[in-house]
């Protein structure tokens, strides 16, 4: 099993930045892929960002490509979701996922193993 527990949402006004974090712990080398996905009420979640825990290999949804930066510190256990250039549209409960496999279906949230809680954010115009 692998918890993972996410931090740092908030409240910013368009075009601020926040940047989100999600622990891991348990048998984290069991996740070789994790994501994070963002949704709000009645829609459905969706993919914002994946990077693969063995080479690093990034993937954006094309609605924050150059805006949020995926990484991670494998050694700490830690991703994180830099978020620049925040807009309205951004606001989401955002959450942390991890998977066993490793596939380009970065975004489909059926191929998650584990979830966290959830983090929100609100952006104001």
């Known amino acids: 099993q692998v918890q993972l527990v996410e931090s740092g949402g908030g409240s910013v006004e368009a075009g601020g930045s926040l940047r989100l974090s999600c622990v891991s712990s348990?048998?984290?080398?069991?996740?070789?892929?994790m994501a994070w996905f963002r949704q709000t009420p009645g829609k459905e979640r969706e993919g914002v960002a994946g990077i693969y825990r063995t080479d690093g290999s990034t993937f954006y949804a094309d609605s924050v490509k150059g805006r949020f930066t995926i990484s991670q510190d494998k050694a700490k256990n830690t991703l994180w979701l830099q978020m620049n250039s925040l807009m309205p549209e951004d606001t989401a409960m955002y959450f942390c996922?991890?998977?066993?496999?490793?596939?380009?279906?970065?975004?489909?949230?059926?191929?998650?193993?584990?979830w966290g809680q959830g983090t929100p954010v609100t952006v104001s115009s």
């Open positions: 348990g048998a984290t080398d069991s996740t070789h892929l």
């Open positions: 996922a991890a998977s066993r496999y490793q596939v380009p279906l970065w975004a489909r949230p059926n191929i998650y193993h584990y």
